[in-house]
């Protein structure tokens, strides 16, 4: 069994502070015997402004986020899921949400860019968003052949589409990591049984790293990062502020209850 993490912060629109407070979490968490660590959607960054991020973003390959996301992999010996930083995209004006994955020698094994896009008003709220204005949708999903099985990453709004995850569960997924900025009022009604409901349908393990808290922009976010087992149990929960969960990725648990419960193998219509 391995000891998987998801790191939860309240970002700031500040790179350096963030990347600090991302640091202490990882080390507490490695401390605590986790192997793989998973971010939070735009954990480096929350800005004031939609246009922030295209300040902030990075080519492909080198970049201040992108080198610590390899140093901190490298210097704690632990697979990294970095959220999701700003890259550069084919239209300028945008840029792609990638989460990049560091193995435990610092060396990059994936990226997935977000393909959903929070373009969203939400109900009984005046919060309004249009990730499309600032941010280029990616076409792939992504999975990862790690020691501790298949790893397939999905990014916050991508979690209300379950074709997106079926599309992985055909592929043989056994680990999905949805890291997220959940809004309070979005995440109160929705964030739990979503995620629940993914890891049911797909009889895998959730690792669910989220926002938590105030943020300087005026936003809320949920919190409750979690980590679900293919049975559709909370393992552990954190519900506000910055901090962790951790809990153990069983393969033999994962392998038992998709032998019992053959429910994968039953399955009549398919998405492409």
């Known amino acids: 069994m391995t000891k998987c993490a998801a790191i939860q912060m309240a970002s700031s629109p500040n790179i350096g502070f963030n990347l600090l407070e991302a640091e202490k979490l ?38 201040p986020i992108q080198n610590f996301l ?12 970095g959220g999701t930083i700003p890259m550069a995209a084919d239209d300028n004006n945008k840029v792609r949400a990638a989460c990049l994955i560091y193995n435990d020698e610092g060396e990059r094994v994936g990226r997935y860019d977000k393909v959903h896009l929070f373009d969203v008003n939400v109900p009984g709220t005046n919060e309004v968003y249009r990730e499309s204005d ?28 379950p074709e997106f995850f079926r599309k992985m569960s055909k592929e043989g997924v056994d680990i999905l990591v949805v890291p997220s900025a959940f809004t309070a009022e979005t995440g109160a009604a929705h964030w ?20 938590g808290g105030f943020h300087l922009n005026g936003r809320k976010t949920f919190g409750h990062s979690m980590i679900i087992d293919p049975w559709g149990v909370v393992l552990d929960c954190y519900k506000t502020g910055g901090g962790y969960v951790l809990a153990e990725i069983d393969p033999e648990r994962l392998e038992k209850v998709r032998g019992a419960f053959p429910v ?9």
């Open 264 to 272: 994968l193998s039953h399955r009549r219509f398919f998405c492409e």
């Open 134 to 161: 600032s941010i280029e949708p990616g076409t792939e999903s992504l999975i990862v052949d790690t020691p501790f099985g298949k790893l397939g990453i999905a990014i916050c709004y991508d979690l209300r589409f």
């Open 192 to 211: 739990e049984v979503l995620l629940r409901a993914r890891a049911v349908e797909n009889l895998c393990y959730v690792i669910a790293p989220n926002q």
């Open 26 to 63: 990882i080390a507490e968490a490695v401390k605590a015997g986790a192997k793989l660590v998973a971010l939070p959607e735009n954990f480096a960054l929350m800005g004031n402004h939609e246009t922030d991020k295209l300040k902030a973003k990075e080519v492909d390959g080198s970049g």
């Open 70 to 81: 390899s140093i901190v992999a490298k210097k704690y010996a632990v697979w990294v899921v």
